[in-house]
């Protein structure tokens, strides 16, 4: 298959966001471990390439970064067991789930529905998608990072996932038939903090840099 093509020919479908998937991340923000995933969606209008500028949303104050390690799923159907799992997966990118945290905290007071504050337009710059071979890469040992203005912000690991990708997989996979063009946000490490206008955010991984200025 050709990750090339299902990103260049605009060809993602949906996007799957995994929200506290590491523990250091889940403390920071007070919350308790989950016992299985959180998932919430984006919409493929979300996503900004490198190369764009992104807008600071106007109905918010409080911007946060949150780097993330994507999975770009090539075949469809379920998978059931981490094996199969493995084979669903065509590609890897690090991204930015982007979280108006203030607009974020006031939906989860009143439990309410947290689309606003996670799906708005430009909420996900993401970068190239490299094509996933399992003899090459370890999914358990993947270093990512973000800086801001070049300091750093966040570090993470994904040895340190509450559930990893291929759990990630099954667990959509009860509740969804993948789909060749899915993405799957999987969570963020430590560090999360807030990102104003004027800033450049960069993301590094996978052997690459991108990078984003928020104006
Ligand atoms: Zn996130």
Known sequence: MNTENLLNE??????????RNYAAHARELNDDIPESPIIFTKFPSCLVKEGNDVHF????????????????????????????????IAGLAIGL????????????????????????????PIGDFISYDPTR????????SCRIDGELKQQGNTANMIFPVHTLIMELSKVWKLMPGDIIYTGTPEGIG??????????????????????
Not at 10 to 19: T, Y
Not at 107 to 123: G, I, M, T, V
Not at 196 to 214: P, V
């Open 57 to 88: 949303p106007e109905f918010g104050n409080d911007l946060h970064h949150e780097v993330e390690l994507v999975v770009l799923i090539g075949k469809e159907g379920k998978a059931a067991t981490a094996a199969e799992a493995d084979t669903f």
């Open 97 to 124: 789930d982007l979280t108006m945290r203030d607009v974020q905290f006031e939906l989860l007071k009143n439990s309410l529905p947290w689309e606003k504050s996670k799906a708005f337009d430009e909420s996900a």
């Open 194 to 215: 807030p990102i104003k206008r004027g800033q450049t955010i960069s993301i590094h991984g996978l052997g690459m840099e991108h990078s984003w200025k928020i104006v």
């Open 10 to 19: 605009n060809k993602i479908g949906r996007i799957f966001c995994i929200g």
């Open 137 to 144: 890469i370890n999914l358990e040992n993947i270093e990512f």
